[in-house]
């Protein structure tokens, strides 16, 4: 019985060595180590030996069961191991950083355009200040001298949104908020900038967009004039179109600013083109925003970033530069 044993053990510690599956070595030790396996056969066999031979056989049995017992934990362990490599190679992603070529893709149009009126600016003496996209009633209509009821106000015209009282908040309509938010931290003197994306209720067509792009101006010291205003407006003109183009000033009126302006550029063939609002910061807003009207003046201005980059690029229609059609960005 036991070199029978002895030979069982050794072919299912080489069938072990040799089980190229996890199934295929469960099945190895079902026949051997399971309840109808050999080691248990060897067992109940035990009952048929003469009683001084037990003790030998009963060893005997140990021994080799322990062989296969290790064998097999052996060869589990190693194909455990090598399936869990296959599976890790069947997932593993390639993080490899690449060296992306020039060609394949730049800022957009309207980025251009934002990037580089910042800079002229940020070379006249301003800096660069932000607001939050949702803002509340007060800041965006309040703060500006817009009052209660005005047509701006009206949900034909402005994006509310869910938040707070209804009505109380809103999709920027205009980036003058930031021009409130910074005089209300911020001590005079002011020299900011303010670009940034805005919302209305406006139909897509040729020169407009629900979504677009403003960049407004605020100057805020001491004996601030019209004339500073009209200055500034000529300076970037001149930095921005060329030394060639011409600027104006319109009267006209807007609620936060008094007097206001329209300002225009004398475009090469003499005609003029309208392009912003401007005008002296309205006392009211210079109250608003924590300062006082009586010691310190100011003006502010504002344009459209996409028609600026319509107008310098040549772009007939302003759908076009957001239709995210390679051919047509691929030219600027």
């Not at 580089?116 to 509340?136: C, Y």
């Not at 020299?191 to 407004?216: K, N």
């Not at 344009?303 to 007939?316: E, H, P, Q, S």
């Amino acid at each position: 019985m036991i070199e029978t044993l002895t030979t069982q053990a050794a072919e299912a510690v080489a069938a072990a060595q040799a089980a190229d599956s996890l199934d295929a070595l469960a099945e190895l030790e079902r026949q051997a180590l399971g309840k109808k396996g050999f080691f248990s056969e060897a067992k109940k066999g035990m009952g048929a030996l003469a009683p001084e031979d037990r003790k030998d056989a009963g060893m005997a049995i140990n021994s080799a069961k322990g062989e296969v017992d290790a064998a097999i934990a052996t060869r589990r362990s190693e194909l455990a191991a090598a399936e869990r490599a296959t599976q890790l190679e069947a997932e593993r992603l390639d993080l490899t950083e690449v060296p992306v070529s020039a060609e394949a893709g730049h800022a957009h149009i309207v980025t251009q355009t934002w990037e580089a009126l910042e800079d002229i600016f940020v070379g006249m003496g301003f800096r660069v200040a932000e607001g939050p996209q949702a803002e509340t009633d007060w800041h965006n209509f309040d703060a500006l001298n817009i009052p209660k009821g005005h047509p701006a106000r009206d949900g034909f015209d402005t994006l509310y949104v869910n938040h707070g009282e209804p009505g109380s908040t809103l999709l920027r309509t205009h980036t003058s908020p930031v021009q409130v938010r910074t005089m209300l931290d911020q001590e005079p003197p002011i020299y900011v900038i303010a670009p940034g994306r805005v919302f209305r209720r406006d139909t897509a067509d040729a020169t407009h967009m629900p979504v677009f792009h403003q960049l407004e101006g605020l100057v805020i010291d001491r004996h601030i004039s019209l004339a500073d205003l009209a200055g500034t407006i000529d300076a970037f003109v001149s930095a921005y179109f060329g030394k060639s183009f011409n600027s104006r000033l319109r009267p006209n009126y807007f609620p936060f600013t008094e007097p206001s302006a329209e300002f225009d550029i004398q475009m090469n063939d003499g005609s003029w083109l309208e392009m912003g609002g401007c005008g002296m910061v309205h006392p009211n807003v210079l109250r608003a925003g924590g300062i006082d009207p009586e010691e310190w003046s100011g003006f502010a201005f504002g344009f459209g970033i996409d028609r600026l980059a319509l107008m310098k690029y040549g772009v007939d229609d302003l759908r076009d530069m957001f239709s995210n059609d390679t051919r047509f960005l691929n030219q600027f």
